[in-house]
């Protein structure tokens, strides 16, 4: 089956600085990746759409200046939290439909954000 | 406008036991429904979808769910627990590409 990989795992930062994840396609192109977050304990929440070649598109209530995405070429899809916040600590979660069925799609493993 | 409600927070269940995992939906057009487990810290790992077909689909790990059309329901099933069955799972609806996810149930499988 098609993997998903993110990257890092954990990570753990200061107050006001900003967090790169990365998710990537490993054995199929995506043209578009969704990102989630999840807090504890609970259920899975859009927060975007990544576009490779245009602008994301983002769910209604997410700060786009906040968590920036850059589609930035058929595998590679970045999500940075920038100047982060406490209340920004979460379970990231990207997944990729495959092309030809927009109704499969695969989820990475996650990423687990600390912010101190 | 898609939703996905799973009405249990909580379902427990003796090792050797059968298990259900209630999900009901609501959404326009053809639903494309899915199971996923989450272990802690962990991502989802797919169980079973139904897009299409036989209204009872088998998954892995020795799941099934049943679509029921008439009462817009996928209830998990699973006719023996194991206690490593214990886990988060989530029922969702997917949409050209984005999935709409019921809020989780922790199933707890005692030995």
């Known amino acids: 089956g098609a993997v998903v990989s993110q990257h890092p795992s954990r990570v753990i930062c200061k107050s006001g600085t900003s967090v790169k994840i990365e998710c990537r396609s490993l054995?199929?192109?995506?043209?578009?990746m969704f990102w989630y977050r999840q807090f504890p304990k609970q259920s899975l929440m859009l927060m975007a759409t990544?576009?490779?070649?245009?602008?994301?598109?983002?769910e209604q209530g997410v700060e786009k200046d906040k968590f920036l995405i850059n589609h930035a070429s058929l595998t590679l899809s970045t999500l940075t939290v920038t100047s982060a916040h406490p209340e920004d600590s979460s379970f990231y979660i990207c997944?990729?439909?495959?092309?030809?069925?927009?109704?499969?799609?695969?989820f990475g493993p996650g990423t687990r954000l600390t912010v101190l | 406008a898609q939703s996905v409600a799973q009405p249990e927070d909580q379902v427990n269940v003796a090792e050797g036991n059968p298990l259900t995992v209630k999900c009901t939906y609501s959404?326009?057009?053809?639903?494309?429904l899915f199971w996923y487990v989450q272990y802690p810290n962990r991502g989802l790992q797919f169980l079973l979808k139904?897009?299409?077909?036989?209204?009872l689909v088998k998954g892995s790990y020795g799941f099934e769910a049943e679509f029921n059309k008439s009462q817009t329901s996928f209830h998990l099933k699973k006719p023996s627990a194991l206690v490593s069955d214990s886990a988060l799972y989530f029922c969702?609806?997917?949409?050209?590409?984005?999935?709409?996810f019921g809020d989780g149930t922790t199933l707890t499988v005692k030995p």
């Open positions: 997944s990729a439909p495959r092309r030809e069925g927009w109704y499969e799609q695969f």
């Open positions: 054995d199929f192109q995506a043209t578009t």
């Open positions: 990544s576009n490779e070649g245009s602008k994301a598109t983002y």
């Open positions: 959404v326009s057009g053809n639903p494309y």
């Open positions: 139904y897009i299409t077909g036989d209204n």
């Open positions: 969702a609806n997917t949409n050209a590409g984005k999935s709409t």
